[in-house]
């Protein structure tokens, strides 16, 4: 009967992430209700200007 530090390596195993219903990036957090890749289910998609890659002298938007 070992409650301590042997119980909490159990913890990583389950997945933390499934796939959002908006976005469809596997970045939906189950346990905090949030999607980390678009925000949802906030009615404002998720975005900041240091998410631009410069791809040829163009902005990429990702």
């Given amino acids: 009967m070992v409650k301590g530090t042997t119980s909490f390596g159990k913890k990583g195993r389950k997945n933390l992430h499934i796939h959002c219903r908006r976005c469809g990036r596997s970045a939906y957090h189950i346990r905090k209700k949030r999607c980390a890749a678009c925000g949802y289910p906030a009615k404002k998609i998720r975005r900041y200007s240091w998410q631009n890659k ?6 990429r938007v990702i």
Wanted: aromatic share 0%.
């Fill in 54 to 59: 410069l791809l040829n002298k163009k902005r």
